[in-house]
């Protein structure tokens, strides 16, 4: 048995047992070319596992969501774009529930067996008499091929569609992992305004699969950023149906290991596709932190340095401006002595000792002036370290987020 994982075609349908599909309901009025509501199906009961943003103020779906993944069994998810029904009130909540009950109705199971999610502009309230007679017409329209169509129908100002699958051998067979993401703008840790539908046929149970979420997220969509912001609608949801008939996976064995690693790839994947998809961004930048006393330390001056404006605009100037991120070590209010601390750029010292190095600044600008590349930060106080995956601030991300 190979423990090597394979990226294959097919995104939310390469796993065994799910339909997929999207269609246009009419929210997205202007732009009645793209759908704006999808749908998940897996035609065998699931066991589902999920996260959510921590934002204090959530989205009515979230809040809906996260009651339904109580349920021990998940047939469906259904979301829609165009409209985030977040602070909307009640009524929200009851338009929630009500997309939850007609996907409910359509495939003949119960309301707390659909989970339920939505993106788009925040304070305005669903229309939910289209979502329901859409939903009924969608329900029936789901194929084994749509997975395209479902990354496609939760863009909002995605300009690429996010999709992935890998199969992994285990000892007992293989299995398949596929998902879709959306998220270009409001991007922050914990988690970013994105969604992230995943599914697989492995045979796990609820409890195993939301472990192996939990930390797959925390590796992945916990450690991106545009510009700060976090957003009220964040979920990453998991489904797994069991239709690969592999031997249950279990905590501490080598399989599930195998499982864990392919399921990071798969986050980590769609969370760098979101961050070079970032609104208005030109740059990818990768931001390590390591020397720190402890990985608290190493997340918050890795997260100071990656949210940074002053930083993040000096990247799209193309200057290598190293003394905006010794500001933003300072203030991160980690512990640090600024003698110790060394900056490279792409691999080339830029910094030592708190001090500029004897690097030509024109060598250092020449990293900049890539469209991907890494900043590192040596602390040099203890052994911890942290990355973040992060973008610079353009003139056209001001453009693009001026309103309406």
Not at 145 to 172: C, H, Q, R, Y
Not at 186 to 207: R, V, W
Not at 367 to 381: E, G, I, P, S
Request: hydrophobic share 45%; charged share 20%; proline share 3%.
């Amino acid at each position: 048995m190979s423990s090597v994982f394979s990226e294959i075609p097919g995104g939310l349908n390469a796993p065994v047992g799910f339909l997929t599909g999207s269609i246009y309901c009419g929210i997205k009025a202007t732009n009645p070319d793209r759908p704006d509501l999808a749908m998940i199906v897996s035609e065998f009961p699931a066991v589902a596992a999920g996260t959510f943003t921590t934002n204090r103020v959530k989205a009515a779906p979230v809040r809906v969501s996260k009651v339904h993944l109580r349920s021990a069994e998940v047939v469906a998810i259904v979301a829609n774009a165009g409209n985030a029904n977040a602070c909307t009130g009640v009524p929200g909540i009851e338009g929630a529930k009500r997309m939850t009950q007609a996907a409910a109705k359509a495939l003949g199971v119960k309301g707390r067996q659909i989970l339920v999610c939505s993106t788009g502009r925040i304070g305005v309230q669903l229309p939910i008499e289209k979502l329901e007679h859409s939903i009924q017409e969608l329900s029936s329209k789901v194929i084994s091929t749509g997975s395209n169509a479902v990354a496609e129908a939760i863009m909002t100002s995605d300009t690429v569609k996010k999709e992935i699958a890998v199969e992994v051998p285990l000892s007992s067979g293989s299995i398949r992992i596929g998902a879709v993401a959306k998220g270009a703008g409001m991007i922050d840790p914990n988690m970013a305004t994105m969604l992230c539908f995943i599914t697989t046929d492995a045979c796990i149970e609820k409890a195993e699969l939301q472990q192996a979420l939990a930390v797959s997220v925390e590796h992945s969509f916990n450690r991106i950023t545009v510009d700060g912001d976090m957003s009220t609608n964040d979920t990453v949801l998991m489904l797994a149906n069991a239709q690969a008939k592999n031997a249950p996976l279990r905590l501490g064995t080598s399989d599930f290991e195998h499982f864990q690693r392919a399921l990071d790839h798969v986050t980590l994947s769609l969370a760098k596709m979101i961050v070079e998809d970032g609104e208005g961004v030109t740059k990818f930048v990768e931001v390590h932190v390591n020397g720190a006393t402890s990985f608290t330390d190493a997340r918050r001056a890795a997260e100071a340095i990656a949210k940074s404006c002053l930083v993040k605009c000096a990247w799209f100037g193309g200057d290598p401006n190293w003394g905006r991120i010794m500001d933003a070590i300072g203030y991160s209010g980690i512990k640090m002595r600024e003698e110790l601390v060394d900056i490279y750029y792409g691999g080339t010292l830029a910094v030592k000792g708190g001090v500029a190095s004897s690097t030509p600044v024109e060598q250092l600008q020449r990293v900049v002036a890539q469209d991907r590349f890494c900043v590192t930060v040596d602390l040099h106080l203890g052994k911890a370290e942290y990355t973040v995956f992060t973008t610079d601030l353009s003139t056209d991300y001001v453009t693009l987020n001026m309103g309406e």
